[in-house]
């Protein structure tokens, strides 16, 4: 089963603009991970943060945490035509030998 | 290596043969874990290898699917029999500890059963 869970399924915004995406999961977490993957390829790790972190910052993208509603938000501020991709995030439980595990993702379309 | 390497890039088998899909991951990494990913869905877990041994195996979806991680570096996922519904892409990633530290994937070997 696949426990993240993104919204919104597609989005489409102007280059420049803001994008917003979210993630909300079920049971508690060791960390939370957001990836991309352009069409037909590998995915790409973009950001970890720890459930006791509530909010981190990599260039341009700016991930938060919170652990009492089992949620994430990614934005990618001043986006470009370049960052059209699908976005994922995934969830790590606590245990020693727990795994990701990915929701559907996010279609992001940033027009030029 | 510098990246997560995987080969064949594409692979076409009839419907009943065997396959074997390899992975390379970075060197020095003891995480190796292998995903399955249908287009429009995310990717589904399928096994996991800390070093040598498989840890966690749950995400196999039958008895058809095998992997195994000899010498705790390359990586071989072996399907038998193959069936239609098992097209799709395969992914590998590997991690340093597998706790504490984001994935890096290779680009992965696209399945196509006819």
């Known amino acids: 089963s696949q426990q993240g869970e993104e919204d919104p399924q597609a989005l489409s915004i102007q280059e420049g603009e803001n994008a917003t995406m979210n993630c909300s999961y079920k049971t508690s977490i060791n960390n939370l991970q957001w990836y991309r993957q352009n069409s037909g390829r590998g995915l790409v790790h973009l950001i970890l943060i720890r459930s006791n972190e509530r909010e981190k910052h990599s260039g341009r993208l700016r991930v938060t945490l919170d652990t009492s509603k089992k949620s994430s938000s990614l934005l990618i501020t001043a986006s470009r035509a370049a960052d059209t991709a699908s976005y994922f995030c995934a969830v790590r439980s606590f245990g020693a030998n727990s795994k990701l595990t990915f929701g559907k993702g996010i279609t992001l379309s940033v027009r030029p | 290596g510098a990246g997560v390497s995987q080969t064949p890039s594409n692979k076409v088998t009839e419907k009943g043969k065997y396959v074997e899909l390899r992975c390379d991951p970075i060197?020095?990494?003891?995480?190796l874990y292998w995903y399955r990913q249908s287009l429009g869905q995310g990717p589904e877990f399928l096994i996991y290898?800390?070093?040598?041994?498989?840890?966690?195996d749950s995400g196999l979806p039958n008895d058809r699917f095998f992997a195994v991680r000899p010498e705790g570096s390359v990586s071989t996922l072996k399907i038998q029999r193959t069936e239609r519904g098992d097209s799709a892409m395969y992914l590998c990633?590997?991690?340093?500890?597998?706790?504490?530290?984001?994935?890096?994937f290779g680009s992965g070997t696209r399945l196509t059963v006819v």
């Open positions: 990633a590997s991690s340093p500890d597998g706790n504490n530290y984001g994935y890096t």
């Open positions: 290898f800390q070093g040598t041994g498989a840890a966690d």
């Open positions: 060197s020095g990494h003891t995480a």
